[in-house]
């Protein structure tokens, strides 16, 4: 079946560092790749997308590259700030008509200090 | 600004009541997800709704869970009788499937404590 492995956190940075969150899937079909990403006491948000090999999604300063090769979709940072704190989740969503159900990793927790 | 919204937010029940969660999807979409949060497995999708019909309930323990879509504007999650390994946040989401993929908008998320 899919599965979504994200390193394990908690991340913690200093202000202006720069981020990367590894994520790595295994799927059956040609998959999309999402990041969402929650903040304390709220749901999930989408943060970036890409939908096939090679694209790359950004949003917020945020990027993450489609890899097959690697089956990686790893989210970049090159400058957190403090209100980037929150928890990151990798995400596919497999090919194949019908198919809207994501498959998420466990989650990386981000703490970004002053 | 369209929202998901779920009542109740907070929720602290005794082990065997009876519990159950509400979800106003936003309006227009037409497809409905139950998902389940805890430290240890993260999110699981419990079940999903597509023009109010089930589609896929394969994560949800039968014996005790039940999820049902009244209308278009009101999904309920039931949990009866409830046990303390049901204690998670329990999160909605809405989308529509109109285009070749369909974004899936949460709501804030149920935290359920069974003692």
């Known amino acids: 079946g899919d599965s979504v492995t994200q390193m394990e956190g908690p991340v913690t940075l200093s202000e202006e560092a720069f981020l990367t969150i590894n994520c790595t899937y295994t799927?059956?079909?040609?998959?999309?790749l999402f990041w969402y990403v929650q903040y304390p006491g709220e749901g999930l948000q989408l943060l970036l997308k890409?939908?096939?090999?090679?694209d790359k999604g950004s949003n917020k300063g945020f990027e993450a590259t489609y890899r097959k090769e690697t089956t990686s979709f790893h989210l970049e940072k090159g400058s957190v700030q403090v209100s980037d704190s929150a928890v990151y989740f990798c995400?596919?969503?497999?090919?194949?008509?019908?198919?809207?159900?994501?498959?998420f990793g466990k989650g990386t927790k981000l703490s970004v200090i002053p | 600004d369209a929202r998901v919204t779920q009542t109740p937010r907070h929720k602290v029940t005794e082990m065997g009541q009876e519990v159950t969660m509400r979800c106003q999807p936003i309006?227009?979409?037409?497809?409905v997800f139950w998902y389940r949060q805890t430290m240890m497995q993260g999110l699981e999708l419990l079940a999903y709704?597509?023009?109010?019909?089930?589609?896929?309930d394969s994560g949800m323990p039968k014996d005790r869970f039940s999820a049902e879509m009244p209308d278009a504007t009101l999904a309920t999650l039931k949990i009866q009788p409830s046990e303390p390994r049901d204690s998670a946040v329990y999160f909605c989401?809405?989308?529509?499937?109109?285009?070749?993929?369909?974004?899936?908008?949460f709501g804030p998320g149920t935290r359920l404590t069974v003692l």
């Open positions: 709704f597509r023009n109010r019909a089930p589609l896929d």
């Open positions: 995400a596919l969503r497999d090919s194949g008509a019908g198919s809207y159900q994501l498959t």
């Open positions: 799927a059956t079909g040609y998959p999309s």
């Open positions: 309006l227009g979409h037409n497809t």
């Open positions: 989401a809405s989308g529509l499937v109109a285009t070749s993929w369909a974004e899936q908008f």
């Open positions: 890409a939908t096939k090999a090679d």
